[in-house]
């Protein structure tokens, strides 16, 4: 890897010190969703910076409840219910030279945003068995987003769905087209998804655990596909996930969530091999090792994530945190500081130049 | 798809089989037949009749057999002379009575169904998307309202409203001018300016109940993640709205079908009789006092014919709707 010399401009380091000149198809600024009830309002994404490189791969990972599936929602500006963005951008830049579109500041209904959903970005689900419709055809539903982006006629679609359906393996293609949903297998249906997702040939692709749901074997089927996909459309990918091991065989880029925020960002082999972040650390030692020892028992982090009506004062991680430090951790809000090349942790030992 | 038609087509036979045997026990159920009920009603009027003429009657009419054998008699002519046997009560052909006020039922009750769908699938579908808004909190209070309200009554102030205020003759499917008349154009305008009364009444309880079902049933699929991710794909809201989850959530619509029929004719009785509907309820009702057997059995089958019918049209559109139905 490259090496860059150290920039000691502030905001550059507030960057994680990256190259500015970096071909980022979306870079995500602050952003903030909130999800408003009766029970008071909830900051599912609470002030989320990371960006994501043309044609590669971001995973994000973090525990259930940190935010990261309302992260990839939010780019699609799609936010369930009751949620939405209440401030910060998401630059989008489908073309290098021209300038970015901010997929926050859209009408989430509005004819731009849909415009770009499905045909630019697409997303698949953890749910293969309850994503595609019970009562409409494979191929009705393929057809329907292909007229809706790519104007083609009727003839021409089903063309174009029968090869993209080829392209995600699934065999006699055509003949497919009339099955529904339900006449597929797991593996098959999120083959399918991802068929819908990719049809108009999308710049970038949510991926919302697409194999939580799936066995081992389907997974790994799941993952080369998309690895294959990656490489032939120069697609991105955003990979929410909470499995490490799919993380170490997909990712470029890691970005690791907390309660809404990110704790630390940076290159696949910084996380795995020199991370910064007492969580990161924790999360990675509590996954088995190949070589460990039979009886030796599985580290893990002591508490619960907390409730999020109740977020601990100053680092949210701190009442689980082994390092944490009385006096400074539960109290001050630690900062992104840059530590190196394109790594970013949020951590008050760092601050202050550690 | 035609060996399922078939397959229910079948199935129907024991079925009506069934029915008609039932249906004959209850009748008899009753301790006496038309003949005590005669005998008491004309005592009642300080009449006699002599024993001897009676009997004579019974042995005629066959009552003094035992209930197979009666059974037997009246099943066959159905099956082999399409004779649904004579009313004692009104010394006429079954065939001649029922034809006119089954037809007239079959019109009411299909124009009420119409009615009902076609105001509680906006309704509910509106209530659903609007969750909790002003107009669903309208719909439902209305919705409540129209279950609770008894038919009677409604009938009685609609009924109030059409000949005060609009000028119209009150009860009845015809104005008294077009009652004997022969079929018209003139006569089908009357028909359809009194066919307001009864299907709003008959219709009212089924739409507010049928507006909940909708809601609920909408509800249930709005949040399913084949609707968010068909979103995620850049459909607009509407067309997304009635292309998935409304599709979807018409299937236990459209399997009401099935009860909503009979009970539309069996729960008319009280309204036809408040408005003087020419319809069969007040009929059948007749007939059971009077223990006309014939009669009444007739018209208890061919009800159980309609519910029949109308589970195996539900059935047929589920089917049509639903592809796991139909290849399941």
Known sequence: MLQIPMNTDPDFAMAGGRLAERDL?????????????????????????????????????????????????SILNQVPRGGRIVSGAIRYRPDPAAPAIDLASLDPRGRDMRAIRGAQIGLISQEP????????????????????????G?????????????????????????????????GMRQRVCIALALACRPKLLIADEPTTALDVTTQANIL?????????????????THDLGVVAEIADEVVVMYVGRVVEAGDVDTIFHAPAHPYTKALLQSVPRMHGQPTERLAIIEGMVPSRFARPQGCSFHPRCKQARAGLCDQRDPQSVGIGDGHVVSCLLYEGGQ | MAGFIIRRLLYMIPMMFAISVVTFIIIQLPPGDFLTAMTARLASQSETIDPGVIAGLRERYGLDQPWAVQ????????????????????????????????????????????????????????????????????????????LAIPNF??????????????GQSVGGLFSPLYINAAWSWAKLGDL?????????VLGTGATAALIRIMRANLLDELNKPYVDMARARGLSEIRLLLKYPVRVALNPFVSTVGWVLPHLVSGSVVVSIVLSLPITGPLLLNALFAQDMYLAGTFILLMSMLTLIGT???????????PRIRNG
């Not at chain 2, 359809?192 to 009364?197: G, L, P, Q, T």
């Open chain 1, 129 to 152: 068995m309850a994503a595609l419709s019970p009562v409409h055809t494979i191929g009705n539903q393929m057809m329907e987003v292909i007229r809706l982006h790519l104007k083609m």
């Open chain 1, 224 to 240: 080369d596909l998309l690895g294959s996909l990656q490489a032939e459309f120069g697609l991105s990918v955003l990979f929410v």
């Open chain 2, 192 to 200: 359809i300016s009194h066919m307001w009364i009864p299907v709003i």
């Open chain 1, 25 to 73: 198809l979306i870079e995500v600024d602050d952003l903030r969703t909130h999800f408003f009830g009766g029970a008071g309002s909830i900051r599912a994404v609470d002030g989320v910076s990371f960006s994501i490189p043309r044609g590669k791969t971001v995973c994000v990972v973090g525990e259930s409840g940190s935010g990261k599936s309302i992260t990839g929602r």
């Open chain 2, 71 to 146: 059974y037997w008699k009246w099943i066959s002519g159905i099956l082999l002379r399409g004779d649904f046997g004579q009313s004692f009560d009104w010394n006429k052909p079954v065939s001649e009575l029922i034809w006119a006020r089954m037809s007239l039922t079959m019109v009411v009750s299909v124009t009420t169904l119409l009615f009902v769908w076609a105001v509680a699938f906006p309704i509910g579908i509106y209530s659903a998307v609007r969750q909790y808004s002003v107009g669903d909190y309208f719909a439902t209070f209305f919705g409540f309202l129209g």
């Open chain 2, 312 to 322: 195996l049209i539900s059935d047929l559109l589920l089917a049509w709707l639903d």
């Open chain 2, 153 to 166: 009554l409604l009938a009685l102030v609609l009924m109030f409203v059409s000949a005060q205020y609009l």
């Open chain 1, 154 to 186: 009727k003839k021409e679609a089903r063309e174009h769905a029968i090869e993209t359906l080829a392209l995600v393996g699934i065999p006699r293609p055509a003949e497919r087209m009339d099955s529904y949903a339900f006449q597929f297998s797991g």
